[in-house]
Nanobody
Framework: QVQLIESGGGLVQAGGSLRLSCAAS????????VGWFRQAPGKEREFVAH???????YYADSIKGRFTISRDNANNMVYLQMNSLKPEDTAAYYC?????????????????WGQGTQVTVSS
């Protein structure tokens, strides 16, 4: 069992930055790949970023160049640095973990999910 807790969300003006954190506890975190997802009101949940066990990263086109995902296995943490935020980035952000190799799988393949943290970007 892996427990995931997100933090770092908040209210920021357009063009600003936030760093989201995903703290993991439970089983050996380094055995898991982690993805970040987001869901805005009335919209489908969408993939944001992914980091696999070896540290390779993948990003959604909508945030590429603005967001950076990283992990610190020693401290069981994954981060999402978000720069140049836009109002359309407003959403609840979730981290999730899975044990597959390679690139990001479908969201249904993730084993564990956090409760989410709200990011609101004002114009």
């Amino acid at each position: 069992q892996v427990q995931l807790i997100e933090s770092g969300g908040g209210l920021v003006q357009a063009g600003g930055s936030l760093r989201l954190s995903c703290a993991a506890s439970g089983r050996t975190f380094s055995n898991y790949a982690v993805g970040w997802f987001r869901q805005a009101p009335g919209k489908e949940r969408e993939f944001v970023a992914h980091i696999n066990r070896s540290g390779s990263t993948y990003y959604a086109d909508s945030i590429k160049g603005r967001f950076t995902i990283s992990r610190d296995n020693a401290n069981n943490m994954v981060y999402l640095q978000m720069n140049s935020l836009k109002p359309e980035d407003t959403a609840a952000y979730y981290c999730a973990a899975h044990r597959y190799y390679g690139g990001p799988p479908a969201s249904s393949q993730y084993d564990y999910w956090g409760q989410g943290t709200q990011v609101t970007v004002s114009s």
